[in-house]
């Protein structure tokens, strides 16, 4: 690397990577006792806040609306009710409109019960709250992007793509400055079983990209970017993938609070009686 480049115009990264051929998917999915997703209203919610690529072809906000507007026959008429029905006509059209063919019936019954923010876009966002909220950090309004690539009709590839901004904690217990975006990304792939009920998940992968510059912030006798690792970690054992992989390099001009580096570390949050927002 030239010395000679400005620190502000480089941002040395840190990318954290680990792979299962079999692993512990039940951290990916929904509670068993979550009613909203398991009733598919949880995916009829996200289908307007979440973003999704099938097959490379991005399904924009507008033709999602129509789509939900079209099918709004099989809403049920009261929130007792199963919204399932719906849920797989628009993940059948979306598949469509991708030009790509609709998957078996038991992988769509997937997607609808976890394909969302109870599923499996909760469990690296919740992970970093529980770990970052124990040092004052907050994790906010993470963006989503949901990758489904068909494969056949008894296989999906599942990319869940999110940007994690993270923020310091006030002693009000409310947001700070940003310190920076955490990039984390996990794959896998869904798989029936010829016809039984459920699914297999498999070939799974997890990466965490986080600037390098959090090792000199210190919080006790840590850094943050050991805490944040150590949050990797352990998300990685409950997944069941032991091999973590560290790669280094350069992203783009950095995010990184500027003033991280001279700032003392904020209030513990338990010290104010709050734990992170969502």
Do not use: W
């Not at 904020?266 to 734990?275: K, L």
Request: aromatic residues 10%; proline residues 5%.
């Amino acid at each position: 690397m030239n010395s000679f480049i400005p620190e502000e115009k480089e941002n040395p990264i840190v990318t954290l990577k680990a792979q299962a051929e079999k692993f512990g998917f039940s951290r990916l999915r929904a509670d068993k006792n979550n009613e909203s997703a398991n009733t598919g209203e949880q995916m009829y919610k996200d289908f307007q806040r979440m973003d999704f690529v099938i097959n490379g072809k991005s399904i924009s906000g507008d033709l999602t609306a129509k789509l939900c507007k079209e099918y709004n026959s099989l809403l049920p008429k009261s929130e007792d009710e199963n919204y399932r029905p719906f849920a797989k006509e628009v993940f059948k059209e979306m598949f469509k409109y991708a030009e790509a063919k609709v998957p078996s019936d038991s992988i769509l019954e997937e997607l609808v019960t976890n394909c969302n923010q109870a599923g499996y876009e909760a469990g690296v966002f919740i992970e970093s709250q529980l770990a970052l909220g124990q040092h004052s950090f907050l994790v906010l309004s993470p963006k989503r992007v949901m990758n489904i690539d068909y494969i056949d009709q008894n296989n999906v590839s599942i990319r869940s793509d999110m940007k994690l901004p993270i923020f310091f904690q006030r002693s009000d217990g409310k947001a700070g400055d940003k310190v920076c975006d955490l990039s984390s990304s996990i794959e896998f792939t869904l798989e029936s079983q010829d016809g039984k009920e459920g699914v297999i998940y498999k070939d799974g992968k997890l990466s965490l990209t986080v600037p390098k510059r959090l090792k000199d912030y210190n919080i006790g006798d840590k850094n943050l970017f050991d805490v944040i690792k150590e949050c990797f970690q352990k998300f990685c054992e409950r997944l069941g993938f032991f091999k973590i992989k560290i790669e280094h390099g350069l992203d783009k001009p950095p995010k990184v609070n500027s003033h991280l580096e001279n700032m003392e570390p904020p209030i513990h949050s338990n010290e104010h009686g709050n734990t992170p927002g969502n």
